[in-house]
């Protein structure tokens, strides 16, 4: 591996950094709501969108830079450090966008990849529901040809992001005569559809970011398969892979740790949180170690991946260590607080915002979303060190 950025990969990183120097207020930065602990702005995103800055890494021929995925990363990482509310289009430009220029129809690219890359269209992830998480394949929502289209009935949950988004990309059982891998089909449904429902549900941070969402003889046409009908497994499995660094999870730590490190220079009213105290700097230096740790294992898949490598283990390894490191940090962090760091955002007495006490919540359910870490500790045991499934 090499560790060094090429001139024209750091001049990317300083013109983002230019970039956000003269646009990222802090009312941009001190958005609350947010998506994978990325704050949510459809306003910031028209602003990149202008800019150019949505869809670097698709191809030239979709509206994107043709940048590779080094790049990309770059830009992500510069975006969420610096607490750039980038989650409105995230997961449709990092996830569902290269999905769609693969397996997409004509018709399905030339409607939604533009309205992604101008900033006006989200999309939200529809695979876990009531019984079904960490065994994806096990899902219960069907869809039942009937004519031109699909009617589809069922329950998604934990969505995260369907109070803002378009469209969702949901994955039914179309085939219940064949073993569960092969049943599945992937749709583009609009959330505006007769027949939907959007229950949102606040979690405990008070953030409202999820979603239930019942499908009640929702009709789909044909047209909005994305894939080939009951193949839709592989078309999911290749959607997970898209971008595995998992950069954010990382780069969210600096911009709290920054902006706490600047509270407590100022606010030490005791040994607990004072910089001068051995105990707190070591703390603090430990924090850094692991968030920088955590960076070159993200670099790292991304550098495989701009090879032609395909990262297995190396994804578990960086989920479950950036997903940890976020939840140690924050602790750590509330421990230096003390009371302090417990009080709620809302009150004027709560450090920073709030943002230590949100990185705790947030740092226990990313643990959870996108793989659970007993899931990715299975990867890492099994194909990684060849170990037995049971
Ligand atoms: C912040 C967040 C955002 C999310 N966003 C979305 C979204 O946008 N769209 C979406 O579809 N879903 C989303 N999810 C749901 C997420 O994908 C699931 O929560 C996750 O896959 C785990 O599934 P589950 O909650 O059903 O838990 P389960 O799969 O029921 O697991 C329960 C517990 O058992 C453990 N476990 C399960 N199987 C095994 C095993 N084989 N070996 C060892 N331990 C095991 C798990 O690790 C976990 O601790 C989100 C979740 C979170 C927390």
Request: proline share 3%.
């Amino acid at each position: 591996m090499d560790f060094s950025f090429t001139p024209e990969q750091e001049k990317l990183r300083f013109d983002i950094g230019e970039f956000l120097e003269n646009n990222l207020t802090s009312e941009y930065k001190n958005v609350l709501y947010d998506v994978a602990g990325v704050g949510v702005s459809k306003e910031f995103t028209k602003m990149l969108a202008k800019n150019g800055w949505i869809g670097m890494q698709w191809p030239e021929s979709y509206g994107g830079a043709g940048m590779g995925i080094m790049e990309y990363v770059i830009y992500r990482e510069e975006m969420v450090m610096r607490g750039a509310p980038i989650g409105y289009h995230l997961t449709a430009e990092n996830q569902m966008a290269p999905s769609i220029i693969i397996n997409g129809t004509d018709e399905q690219k030339q409607r939604i990849i533009p309205s992604i890359a101008k900033g006006e269209m989200s999309i939200c992830i529809g695979y876990s529901e009531p019984n079904t998480g960490s065994d994806l394949a096990s899902l219960q929502t069907r869809a039942d040809e009937d004519g031109d289209d699909f009617i589809i009935n069922g329950v998604k949950t934990w969505n995260s992001g369907a109070i803002h988004s378009e469209l969702i990309w949901l994955a039914a059982r179309t085939n219940h005569d064949v073993p569960k891998h092969k049943g599945i089909t992937v749709f583009l449904v609009e959330l505006d559809s007769p027949g939907i429902t959007i229950d949102p549900i606040q979690n405990m941070a008070r953030i409202g970011g999820f979603s239930n969402i019942t499908f009640d003889n929702v009709r789909v046409p044909k047209s909005n398969i994305v894939g080939e009908l009951d193949q839709g497994w592989y078309v999911v499995a290749q959607n997970l892979d898209f971008e595995r660094s998992g950069i954010e999870r990382v780069a969210s730590n600096y911009s709290i740790i920054y902006d706490f490190l600047e509270y407590i220079k100022t606010h030490s009213n005791n040994t607990r949180n004072n910089v001068g105290n051995s105990l707190v700097r070591n703390r603090i230096a430990d924090m850094f170690i692991e968030v920088e740790v955590g960076r070159y294992l993200a670099y790292n898949i991304a550098w495989m991946q701009s090879k032609g490598l395909v990262p297995n283990k190396e994804a578990s390894i960086s989920k479950v260590f950036g997903a940890e490191t976020t939840k140690r940090n924050s602790q750590a962090m509330l421990e230096i607080l003390g009371m302090y760091g417990g009080v709620d955002y809302t009150s004027h007495y709560s450090p920073i915002q709030g943002k230590v006490l949100r990185s705790w919540y947030g740092g226990i359910s990313s643990t959870i979303a996108a793989g659970t870490s007993e899931i990715q500790r299975n990867i890492i045991a099994m194909r990684g060190l060849g170990l037995p499934r049971t």
